[in-house]
């Protein structure tokens, strides 16, 4: 821990309006907050559908991507979440006031576009999950699903609802359940994670593409943003750091440990799927793995119905903490485009349009689940979407975010903008790549 924070009288250590973890309090959860949420929120059921198919087709052969992807994950959430501390503003709010606002149209587009999709594919594995093992039919469980996760953001107390958003997070325990209920080899998934491999094939291409996209996603920018610059407007003795400067040593390094833990959560257990996946699915030669769904079904006669029982309600756990940042990244994005008084903390009657856009935003995910629409091909067009916005939103953030005239005195360091630049170039790969696979 850094002397300027155990020195600062005003803001101690464990009860600061930014707390860190004190030498004899660890105060652990209460530092976690939208870093954690954020990355848990990343492991969605689409999400898991892909990790579930590049364990399925490949085993261990892209496992490698998990620690290399840390790292960049971490690092531009990082950006984001000092972004709206900072200036206390999400990034769509500091994009509208100082980039054109063609800029900020086409970035809230397809914002929503992919958002909307997403939604409705999260919403649709959720209810397939619930059908096989329930029975009965798909759409009231689809239906149900969103009026919860719209009724808990609508009616719960902001405080409560962050506190529900932290206990979902314990169903990503789920996955590292069933790691331990399946036979690994270990000195391959070792050597897979250590050491990188490549195909020279459209399909090995594309999934890497997948995974890369998955992990990296726009909607997780704009939501940990909007958190960060929430919580500041939320605690009374917390102030922009433009206009509190003796306040961000607490702050950033708050900021630092809660987003690396939650990426690290997030990585892990994309790391448990596709472990499980390449453990179970692809030695038994089901590489046809489509779903979430699909994956923890493959997994019942292979892995045993204990294995398919963890599966299964980690997708229902992990939609209900993905639904409402997917749909909440929506509102916050377009709230603060349009100068909307926005934010989970603020009643119904006082941000009106800001909860509409939420509710419209889940009920047009509905819509789409209960559509005949192949939610392969939703989830293949939700990734073209963002693999096409992400590294122009990290160019667009990195700008932003390294400007004196946005962030003051706290413009980013050197080993952020390394990263977060490399993490654009990656981001901007993946899409050179993705439309080579489409022979483009």
């Known amino acids: 821990m850094s002397e300027a924070i155990e020195d600062d009288p005003e803001f101690p250590a464990v009860d600061g309006p930014d707390p860190v973890v004190g030498p004899s309090r660890p105060r652990l959860l209460g530092i976690l907050g939208p870093g954690l949420i954020t990355g848990a929120s990343d492991d969605d059921p689409s999400g898991i559908a892909t990790y579930s198919q590049a364990g399925a087709q490949v085993g261990f052969a892209l496992l490698w991507l998990m620690p290399f992807t840390y790292p960049l994950m971490a690092?531009?959430?990082?950006?984001?979440?000092r972004l709206g501390r900072t200036t206390g503003r999400g990034l769509a709010g500091n994009i509208r006031r100082h980039y054109p606002s063609w800029v900020a149209q086409s970035c809230i587009g397809l914002?929503?576009?992919?958002?909307?999709?997403?939604?409705?594919?999260?919403?649709?594995?959720?209810?397939?999950?619930?059908?096989?093992?329930?029975?009965?039919?798909r759409w009231p469980y689809v239906v149900g699903f969103g009026l919860i996760c719209v009724g808990l953001q609508v009616f719960l107390q902001y405080a409560r609802y962050v506190a529900v958003l932290k206990w979902l997070t314990l169903?990503?325990?789920?996955?590292?359940?069933?790691?331990?209920?399946v036979s690994i080899h270990w000195n391959e998934a070792l050597y897979g994670l250590l050491?990188?491999?490549?195909?020279?094939?459209?399909?090995?291409?594309?999934?890497?593409?997948?995974?890369?996209?998955?992990?990296?996603?726009?909607?997780l920018f704009f939501w940990q943003s909007s958190q960060e610059a929430e919580d500041q407007r939320e605690q009374p003795r917390r102030e922009k750091l433009t206009e509190a400067p003796e306040q961000a040593p607490a702050a950033f390094e708050r900021i630092g440990l809660d987003t690396w833990i939650g990426m690290a959560l997030s990585n892990l257990v994309a790391l448990a799927i596709m472990l499980t996946a390449g453990a179970t699915l692809h030695v038994a030669g089901k590489t046809d793995i489509d779903s979430s769904q699909m994956a923890a079904e493959a997994l019942r006669p292979i892995a045993g119905e204990f294995a398919f029982l963890i599966f299964a309600f980690g997708i229902i756990g992990t939609g209900f903490m993905a639904?409402?940042?997917?749909?909440?990244?929506?509102?916050?994005?377009?709230?603060?485009?349009?100068?909307?008084?926005?934010?989970?903390a603020r009643q119904p009657k006082a941000a009106h349009a800001f909860y509409a856009t939420l509710a419209v935003a889940t009920a047009l995910g509905t819509a789409i689940s209960l559509l005949p629409v192949d939610p392969i091909r939703a989830l293949y067009w939700s990734a073209v979407v963002n693999g096409i916005m992400v590294a122009p939103i990290i160019v667009v953030m990195m700008n932003l975010a390294s400007n004196p005239r946005v962030m003051g005195r706290f413009t980013l360091s050197l080993w952020l903008k390394?990263?977060?630049?490399?993490?654009?170039?990656?981001?901007?790969?993946?899409?050179?790549?993705?439309?080579?696979?489409?022979g483009l």
């Open 75 to 81: 690092v531009t959430q990082e950006i984001s979440a």
């Open 111 to 137: 914002l929503l576009i992919a958002n909307v999709i997403n939604l409705g594919a999260d919403l649709g594995s959720m209810g397939d999950v619930t059908q096989m093992l329930i029975g009965g039919p």
């Open 171 to 181: 169903a990503l325990f789920a996955y590292f359940g069933t790691v331990l209920t």
């Open 195 to 219: 050491v990188p491999t490549w195909q020279n094939s459209k399909d090995f291409l594309s999934l890497v593409v997948a995974v890369l996209g998955t992990t990296i996603s726009p909607y």
């Open 323 to 344: 639904v409402p940042v997917l749909a909440g990244s929506a509102a916050y994005a377009v709230g603060e485009a349009l100068r909307w008084p926005v934010g989970l």
């Open 418 to 438: 390394i990263v977060g630049w490399i993490t654009a170039a990656v981001m901007a790969l993946c899409v050179v790549g993705l439309f080579a696979s489409l």
